[in-house]
């Protein structure tokens, strides 16, 4: 199975703060690169995906930014708040692959 | 509205057992996912199945079988169930295989 490795696993800011997930991938096939988001009890929603066309998508407070040559993207989130307390997954699939998840990444932002 | 539903939400049973999760989205999506939650929140993919082609993962136990009765709904079937099954179950869809993905909320499925 294809892989997507994400780090850190877990992380803690201050509210205010930058967090940063990095995940990288393996199959240069893959052609949607997704963020998801998810709070307790409920599903994973997306947040935020990027297709290898372009290094950088903004969407409010967060950012993806891309790098194709090195199979790596990001995600940012800036001005960090305690309601963005959650696990966030990288993503990526393409063609008839199979969408691979990352492992997920706990973020506690701190008041 | 529920885009993507799952029933039931919880779902607790016996080892040996065998038990069903049905899945339904009225979104028009023709790529719908079977996916496993573990307790350390690791989202596994189980199933891929539109109406061409299923893929299955190959670490899935042949007792996990998706069925189709119509585009809009991917029923998870798990046959003799064992302690290890229990995570929490997610039905997803799609159309095609890259673009956004819509989860269900989830079946907690315990076995004891």
């Known amino acids: 199975q294809q892989q997507v490795k994400q780090s850190p696993q877990s992380l803690i800011v201050q509210k205010g703060g930058i967090s940063i997930i990095n995940c990288a991938y393996e199959?240069?096939?893959?052609?949607?690169f997704p963020w998801y988001q998810q709070f307790p009890g409920k599903g994973p929603a997306l947040l935020i995906a990027?297709?290898?066309?372009?290094s950088e998508k903004k969407e409010g407070r967060f950012t993806i930014s891309f790098n194709k040559s090195a199979k790596q993207f990001s995600l940012h989130i800036m001005d960090s708040q305690p309601g963005d307390s959650a696990t966030y997954f990288c993503?990526?699939?393409?063609?008839?692959?199979?969408?691979?998840f990352g492992r997920g990444t706990s973020l506690i932002v701190h008041p | 509205d529920t885009a993507v539903s799952q029933t039931p939400k919880y779902l607790v049973t016996q080892m040996g057992n065998d038990k069903s999760i049905k899945c339904e989205q009225n979104?028009?999506?023709?790529?719908m996912y079977w996916y496993k939650q573990d307790s350390k929140k690791f989202l596994k993919i189980m199933f891929s199945?539109?109406?061409?082609?299923?893929?299955i993962n190959e670490t899935v136990p042949n007792r996990f079988s998706p069925k189709s009765p119509d585009k809009a709904h991917l029923n998870l079937h798990i046959n003799s169930l064992e302690l290890g099954d229990s995570a929490v179950y997610f039905c997803?869809?799609?159309?095609?295989?890259?673009?956004?993905?819509?989860f269900g909320q989830g079946t907690r499925l315990t076995v004891v």
């Open positions: 997803a869809s799609s159309i095609g295989g890259n673009t956004e993905a819509f």
């Open positions: 199959n240069t096939a893959f052609d949607y």
């Open positions: 990027i297709r290898p066309d372009v």
């Open positions: 993503a990526a699939t393409g063609g008839s692959y199979i969408p691979t």
């Open positions: 979104l028009g999506h023709d790529t």
């Open positions: 199945y539109n109406n061409k082609e299923l893929i």
